[in-house]
């Protein structure tokens, strides 16, 4: 099993609660898409309201990729392990280009 790996800087709490808001809004809008769905609602307001969901979704793992670049990745680099930490994100990156 592979050994789990902690932010080089911890996320203040103001941090850490900013992106928790982020997704229980859009859990918000996952249960508001489950209603939909059970009142047959149209369903092209459904797929917009899926829409703004992966825009959220992505928007927020943009956030979270910012930071691990600007600490951990910056981290690994100045510590000569760089190359380590850069192919481990271009392998995120390459999930969230699909």
Sequence with gaps: MEQEKKPIK??????????INRLKRIEGQVRGIQKMVE??????DILVQISAINSALKNTG????????HHCVSHAINTGTGDESIEEL????????K
Excluded: A, G, T, W
Excluded at 10 to 19: I, K, W, Y
Excluded at 90 to 97: D, E, I, R, T
């Design 90 to 97: 271009m392998k995120v990156v390459q999930q969230f280009s």
């Design 62 to 69: 943009f956030q979270l990729m910012e930071r691990h670049m």
């Design 39 to 44: 009142e047959d609602r149209y369903c092209i």
């Design 10 to 19: 911890p996320r203040s709490e103001n941090e850490r609660q900013n992106v």
